[in-house]
């Protein structure tokens, strides 16, 4: 892969940073947690998203030939948080600079390392340096807006007979300092690598970000949910969708119920299992058949239809986007949990 003398003097300028094999603890960034940076769809996505929420904005643009970053290709800037922090926590140096080897990143993930893998990952990074983020996360009153990609440039290192031996990217500055800085980074399940759905994946590292460990929980107006996901169906297939999440509970760590607040409004209430375990023994951290969810009409469609990509599953049973293309998703800035929402009654049994 060819790359500009800035981008060759960028990595001149920064020391290395060797992958550290073995079993590193799976972490995730917050801010990429709690925002729609990611399409949700295996899908080629090239529609942008506008979000707006209080004093946040974010916008996020792909290029047509490669469309946007995927919440699949997102495993890659995981195993990147996981890994400088694995080496912060042995006291080693790190770096934006990566160098690894494909299998490292694969088996990390879960994924296999087959030839196949091994070509599909470079779509992965290419999508990943094609989209351009613009945002004033994390600028607080010194607002300013930053514009950048998930990776600065990526380069495969190759044997003669065409084997792929080792690869290289650059991180952007804005993505590792929130790596670096821990109060902005989350432990997460290994087995969110095993969910299959654009939706559930969304999903859990909603729930890890908000709901955590909380005994209660967190709610969310389904709507909000729709707005705060950038997904490009309709309102009505996106709702469809999570009660059907809800009825299959296939989220690690967290049950998802569909309940109804004030003026009728559909929520969406995530739960950790740990603590529900002591009064329904039954219930798992995944695959629960048996778990109901209240106001939910049960479906069996999921979120988003399946393409050519690093991190596809034929066990993946879906279905199209919606055709309706929305240009931007705009989020009225209020709480996501707010027990008022519940009538008198719900609140009741919430609790």
């Known amino acids: 892969m060819t790359t500009s003398p800035h981008q060759r003097g960028e990595r001149a300028q920064l020391d290395p940073f060797h992958a550290i094999s073995g ?13 729609p940076f990611f399409s949700l769809s295996k899908s080629r996505r090239v529609a942008p998203i506008h979000y707006k929420a209080g004093d946040v ?8 030939e490669h469309g946007m970053a995927t919440i699949w290709d997102a495993d890659v800037l995981i195993w990147a948080a996981s890994q400088i922090l694995a080496a912060q926590d042995r006291g080693l140096p790190t770096s934006r600079f990566f160098r690894f080897t494909p299998y490292q990143l694969l088996n990390a993930i879960g ?17 990943l340096q094609s989209t351009v983020i613009r945002t004033n996360i994390r600028h607080g009153e010194h607002w300013r807006r930053q514009q950048f990609s998930w990776i ?61 460990r909380q005994r209660h929980g967190w709610r969310f107006e389904l709507r909000h949910l729709h707005a705060k996901s950038g997904s490009q169906a309709r309102y009505s297939d996106f709702a469809i969708d999570v009660r059907a999440i809800a ?52 479906t069996v469609h999921q979120a988003h239809g399946s393409q050519l990509s690093l ?16 240009k931007s998703y705009y989020l009225e800035a209020r709480s996501g ?13 919430a609790r």
């Open 23 to 35: 079993f590193v603890p799976h972490r995730d960034q917050r801010d990429l947690m709690a925002h």
């Open 57 to 64: 904005e974010l916008q996020v643009y792909a290029v047509a």
């Open 111 to 127: 994924r296999s390392t087959g030839a196949r893998s091994y070509f599909l990952i470079k779509g992965a990074l290419t999508r």
């Open 152 to 212: 600065n440039e990526w380069e495969e290192l190759a044997a003669r007979s065409g084997r792929v031996e080792g690869m290289e990217f650059v991180l952007p500055e804005w993505l590792y300092q929130g790596i670096i800085d821990r109060r902005l980074v989350l432990a997460i399940d290994p087995d969110y690598f095993r969910l299959t759905g654009g939706i559930e994946r969304w999903l859990y590292r909603i729930a890890r970000k908000h709901a955590g």
């Open 247 to 298: 009825r299959r509970q296939p989220i690690p760590g967290y049950l998802l119920a569909i309940e109804r607040g004030v003026d009728a409004a559909e929520l969406v209430h995530i739960r950790p299992v740990e603590n529900l375990c002591v009064t329904s023994p039954d219930i798992r951290t995944s695959g629960a058949n048996d778990i109901r969810t209240s106001g939910a009409n049960l």
């Open 311 to 326: 991190w596809s599953d034929e066990r993946n049973r879906s279905r199209k986007d919606s055709k309706e293309e929305s």
């Open 337 to 349: 949990d707010n027990s008022s929402l519940l009538g008198p009654s719900r609140r009741e049994k």
